[in-house]
């Protein structure tokens, strides 16, 4: 069995944080401040956010707000795993699931643009990615699934038992379908390496500044532990986060995601013991497996079961924590896709709060009397690539003209109903254990449209 050393379990870093040099967060904000627009948050979504719209408004005064330090949150403690498509949408459609993965392409363009253009220090890659297929009937419905979708240009493969080999071996896989441009990064360096570009572009970045309240108006007021922001618009880039600050309490479900990962091997020793040529993998059960192995050769390994996620009382996106048994379970998962891994050491082991919403869909838009509170959350696993592609949404919607958006199912979307406390604890933790799964709602193709158009140009 392997084995696993705590030194990195007591203060919950991940693999992404723990090997990084010493982090010095930039100093609070003390006193009152103006903005156009003030960025709640440091993760994915509020550093791609700032930085688009400093790029498109240089005139503008833009300031960024964060609780702890940049990439604190899920963009500094997921999986790795860069992906297509949005969580919880499924177009019947060819043609409409062309314009879904175009979108995700485009985030991921967004990812690699900002390492290319600031020459970012940024272990990322982007070989592939797999969805590995665990039964016979579910293989035959994915090989014609790929069938269609390559007929309007998306480029999956879809790769039969036999062909796994050459790709990725793993136990009880029946077949795959490769997305060749999906990849893996090290989100936390390309949010902190995105700090010293966001200064240079003007934008005011204050870490260790937590939102204590915020007052709509055609003014919004920001209260700060040592100051005060009033800003002419704001944007909730919390995710998992956001309910804390009054928003979307009754339609998104913090659930906390338990990670390892291993020590780091060579690619031919990983060859030997099942792993190929691709960035990572998930797998089609209810409760799905996902992998990404970082370019250092570490597997990093998550979900598998409902041991692998937590619900905490009250919705709380902080992790009460240690939770052994669900590292645990997470291990013997690794072990029975990989068995030949069991001499591999376990050397980190970390939670992080998802955000989901009960149809997986996630949802960017702009609220409030004024029209000027703009937001973008809950996206169900998929947040490397959504969050960091919405900033590009967030900031055409500040600029009115998010036309290009109109199709896709994120935009404005409607969340569906959660139940309050002690309901909602009560009906996961009984749905979970009855099921094996997490709640769930499938929308039909009606409700993968916008349910409100966005803004017009000049409406801010």
């Known amino acids: ?34 903005a156009d627009v003030a960025v709640i948050g440091g993760g994915f979504t509020g550093v791609s956010t700032a930085y688009h719209l400093a790029k498109r408004f240089p005139e503008k005064r833009i300031v960024l707000l964060e609780a702890k330090t940049l990439a604190n949150g899920a963009s500094g403690r997921n999986g790795g795993l860069m992906l297509n498509w949005v969580n919880g949408a499924h177009p019947s459609d060819p043609s409409h699931a062309r314009e879904i993965f175009d979108a995700t392409q485009e985030g991921m363009e967004v990812i690699a643009s900002f390492i290319r253009d600031h020459e970012l220090a940024v272990r990322h890659r982007r ?69 010293p570009v966001l200064v240079r572009l003007g934008v005011g970045v204050y870490e260790q500044t937590p939102v204590l309240r915020i007052a709509e108006g055609e003014t919004v007021s920001l209260t700060t532990p040592a100051g005060t922001v009033r800003a002419k618009a704001i944007v909730l880039a919390t995710n998992a986060y956001t309910p804390g600050l009054g928003y979307f309490r009754s339609s998104v479900c913090t659930v906390h995601s338990h990670v ?4 780091p091997l060579s690619v031919d020793t990983w060859r030997e013991l099942g792993w190929g040529r691709v960035a990572g993998f998930s797998d089609d059960r209810d409760r799905l497996s996902y992998a990404s192995l970082t370019p250092d050769g570490r597997l990093v390994f998550g979900g598998g079961s409902n041991a692998a996620y937590s619900y905490v009382f009250g919705n709380r996106p902080s992790f009460p924590g240690p939770a052994e048994r669900s590292f645990a379970a997470i291990q013997a998962t690794m072990l029975r896709y990989l068995p030949r891994a069991r001499e591999v050491k376990v050397t980190h082991r970390w939670t992080g709060p998802v955000a989901l919403t009960l149809s997986r869909i996630c949802t960017m ?24 592609l919405a900033g590009r949404v967030l900031t055409d919607l500040y600029s009115g003209d998010a036309e290009r958006w109109s199709a896709l199912p994120f935009l404005q979307q409607r969340l569906t109903y959660i ?42």
């Open 260 to 263: 390892i990962a291993t020590e």
């Open 419 to 460: 139940p309050p406390e002690p309901f909602r604890w009560i009906g996961y933790q009984f749905y979970t254990k009855l099921t094996g799964r997490s709640p769930k709602q499938t929308l039909p193709d009606s409700a993968l449209r916008p349910s409100a158009a966005p803004p017009r140009k000049g409406s801010t």
């Open 1 to 34: 069995m392997s084995t696993f050393s705590p030194a990195d379990l007591d203060d919950n870093q991940s693999v992404w944080l723990a090997d990084k040099p010493p982090y010095e967060p930039l100093p609070a904000l003390v006193g009152d401040a103006a």
């Open 365 to 388: 838009g702009v609220r409030g009397a004024h029209r000027n509170v703009y937001y973008s959350l809950g996206y169900s696993g998929h947040g490397i690539t959504l969050a960091n």
């Open 127 to 195: 070989d592939g990615a797999l969805e590995i297929v665990t039964s016979a009937k579910k293989a035959e419905q994915a090989a014609r699934e790929v069938e269609k979708l390559r007929a309007v240009g998306i480029p999956l493969r879809w790769l039969g038992k036999s062909e796994l080999p050459e790709t990725l071996r793993v136990e009880g896989a029946e077949g795959a379908i490769l997305d060749p441009t999906a990849g893996e990064i090290d989100g936390a360096a390309l949010v902190r390496e995105l700090r």
